[in-house]
């Protein structure tokens, strides 16, 4: 009895659940549960994302010496520390959206060399896939730590080469010793030793020579096999303030095409060199040396990734004038279409088929296909959407890569002058880029099936509101002729027509 008492059932519950299970579903309830699937799709569409890259460091070089039996003290046999590994940026035709890119994207260090004459090895390179249609824009580098505290150092060998004296003095540059620290590595207890001894300044003066060489070997690698970091005038031995993010980079390119499978993709910033082993530092009469190199840097990179979807046709309009349905009639897209303001909330991408009579293709159609279009349907504009209104005007950046833009305007009862409709959407195009509206090149009267029902005197007034669009779509787009189709997405009446003029449109590339 307590348990029953205890255990109302399903039945019991409270709050919209109640209502489902009860058959009860109010709209309310089936509004709140349509906007949480829509704002849940909505997240997986990511079009403009900042991703710091880090390339791998380098693996240090190893101190060590030979030894077996009988032999105490043998030869030098570090080994050099592993590069690290790379970062690249692949454009991939199966991704539509930047939602999986990491925020942060590091690739793996190269490992330390040791003892035996056995190299480290190098860090596994990472990549980044992006969408077709992205743009990549360096915004400088990132605070490099490792690159901060030995860059003073590698600055001044760099410069001292020049003037042959790189050994430097402790005692009036203490954070000049600091940084030293940072680039040489030393048998245990040599520290202080290996900086007094005159091996040193060789190997020092060795080690300036071998910088010199790495830089002129990046600097001479043809431009392809340049990472964006070091165009963006950055290298891990150039010698400059490392700490500093800078805004001075610039540099940007746009993916438009896939990337071929045989080809890494664009190479961001390149992994650290890996440190020189022991024996690196073998002079003629210094047979034991004592030290060797950290790995370098690997090359870090601030970057903006905008997704910009390229399409032949884009639809545009207010919300509810029946983008969504037009798409979903001249495509496969499942588009969502609903009677509420901004159901759309990210572009949809759909694919026309044409036959050859330049007819839409059907699922089963026989006919082979001669034509594909790729049309985006765009969330509504409202008036100030520049001014961050409605959903604002951020997802116009898509309608920069659509070759042509066709307005869609409702000419349903409620709308008494669509041509007022095409000035705002107009207005707003303008205020996002100037002369994006000259794209506009065709008209949809949508909804054409709301006007003349019934009467006669119905239908004139029906043609009535069709030739003051016409009129108002001429005065708005003079000297330009832009045709005006009437159309029933809904009802699929007049999509041939309207079918056949879209292949044809005035395309700006
Ligand atoms: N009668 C009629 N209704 C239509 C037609 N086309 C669309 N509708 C209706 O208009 C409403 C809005 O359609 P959507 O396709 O979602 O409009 P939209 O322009 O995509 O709207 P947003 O995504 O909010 O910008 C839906 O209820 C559709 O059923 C049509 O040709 N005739
Ligand atoms: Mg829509």
């Known amino acids: ?130 969408p077709v249609g992205t743009t990549v824009r360096s915004l400088g580098w990132t605070t490099n730590e490792r690159l901060a505290q030995a860059q003073p150092y590698l600055a001044h060998v760099q410069s001292a080469r020049a003037r042959k004296a790189v050994t430097i003095d402790v005692a009036t540059t203490p954070e000049l010793a600091h ?97 020189f082993g022991n024996p690196h530092f073998l002079l003629e009469r210094y047979h034991a040396p004592k030290i060797a190199t950290r790995g370098m840097p690997g090359e870090s990179l601030l970057l903006a990734l905008e997704y910009k979807q390229p399409s032949d046709v884009g639809l545009v309009g207010l919300p509810n004038a029946g983008k969504s349905t037009l798409l979903r009639c001249l495509s496969r897209a499942d588009a969502e279409v609903g009677s509420y303001s901004f159901t759309t909330l990210r572009p949809n991408l759909g694919v026309m088929h044409l036959g050859a009579d330049g007819r839409l293709l059907g699922a089963h159609s026989e006919q082979p296909e001669s034509q594909r279009l790729r049309v985006a349907d765009m969330p509504g504009l409202i008036e100030d959407a520049s001014r961050d209104r409605g959903l604002g005007h951020d997802f116009l950046r898509h309608m920069e890569r659509c070759s042509a833009l066709v307005a869609v305007v409702d000419m349903g009862p409620l709308n008494p002058r669509p041509g007022m409709d095409l000035v705002i959407v107009r207005r707003e195009l303008e205020a996002y880029r100037a002369g994006l509206s000259d794209r506009i090149a065709l008209v949809v009267a949508n909804k054409a099936d709301l006007l003349g029902e019934g009467s006669s005197s119905a239908r004139a007034e029906a043609q009535d509101k069709l030739a003051k669009l016409r009129y108002d779509v001429d005065a708005l787009f003079a000297p330009r002729t832009v045709p005006v189709v009437p159309i029933s997405a809904k009802l699929r009446l007049n999509i041939d027509r309207l079918v056949q003029q879209l292949p044809r449109l005035p395309r700006h590339d």
């Open 1 to 130: 009895m307590a348990c029953a008492r205890l255990w109302r059932g399903p039945f019991a519950a409270r709050g919209p659940c109640a209502l489902r299970v009860r058959g009860v579903a109010t709209d309310a309830h089936v509004k709140r549960k349509a906007d949480m699937a829509r704002n849940r799709k909505a997240r997986h569409f990511v079009d403009t994302l900042v991703v710091e890259v880090q390339a791998g460091h380098g693996g240090d070089g190893c101190v060590s010496f030979h030894r077996e039996k009988y032999v105490q003290i043998g030869p030098a046999a570090g080994g050099h520390g592993g590069a690290g590994g790379d970062v690249y940026l692949r454009c991939d035709p199966s991704i539509h959206s930047l939602a999986r890119v990491p925020k942060r994207v590091v690739a793996q260090n190269g490992t330390h060399g040791e003892g035996g004459w056995l190299h480290g090895r190098g860090g596994r390179a990472a990549t980044i896939h992006v």
């Open 179 to 275: 940084s030293r620290s940072c680039v040489w590595r030393h048998f245990p207890r040599f520290e202080e030793d290996n900086y007094e001894r005159a091996h040193f300044a060789a190997a020092e003066a060795k080690l300036a020579q071998e910088l010199h060489a790495y830089r002129a070997m990046l600097r001479h690698l043809p431009k392809a096999q340049q990472s964006v970091a070091s165009q963006s005038r950055w290298t891990a031995c150039e010698p400059r303030n490392a700490t500093a993010r800078t805004a001075e980079a610039g540099w940007s390119l746009d993916l438009l095409d896939p990337t071929p499978p045989s080809e890494p993709g664009v190479l961001l910033a390149r992994g650290g060199a890996g440190g």
